[in-house]
């Protein structure tokens, strides 16, 4: 059983920067592929960004390419989300979740269903 908890949400401006964190519990297989998904009110679930366990791949949304960067440390087991520029469409929960993706990341990475493990999520607000 893999524990996931986010952490570094809060209210930002337009312009501003953010960095999510996700820790995973000191026992979790650091294996898994992590990733970020986001929900904005009255939104389906979004996929933002994965990583892969060695942290050698990753995948970006389109909507957040060139804004956006994950990273992970292998050591502690805690996966980040650099958010910069960001944007009232931004707006949203984030969750990270971790799941076994075998090969490249993209396009697998974006789908909920690859995902065996989720957090409770953290809220981003960006005002404009």
């Known amino acids: 059983q893999v524990q996931l908890v986010e952490t570094g949400g809060g209210l930002v401006q337009a312009g501003d920067s953010l960095t999510l964190s996700c820790a995973a519990s000191p026992r979790a297989d650091i294996s898994y592929t992590m990733a970020w998904f986001r929900q904005a009110p009255g939104k389906e679930r979004e996929f933002v960004s994965a990583?892969?366990?060695?942290?050698?791949?990753?995948a970006y949304a389109d909507s957040i390419k060139g804004r956006f960067t994950i990273s992970r440390d292998g050591v502690d087991n805690i996966m980040y989300l650099q958010m910069n520029s960001l944007r009232p469409e931004d707006t949203a929960v984030y969750s990270c979740?971790?799941?076994?993706?075998?090969?490249?990341?993209?396009?697998?990475?974006?789908?909920?269903?690859?995902?065996?493990?989720w957090g409770q999520g953290t809220q981003v607000t960006v005002s404009s």
């Open positions: 990583i892969s366990w060695s942290g050698d791949d990753t």
């Open positions: 979740a971790a799941g076994h993706i075998i090969g490249p990341l993209a396009p697998r990475a974006a789908g909920h269903h690859e995902y065996l493990y």
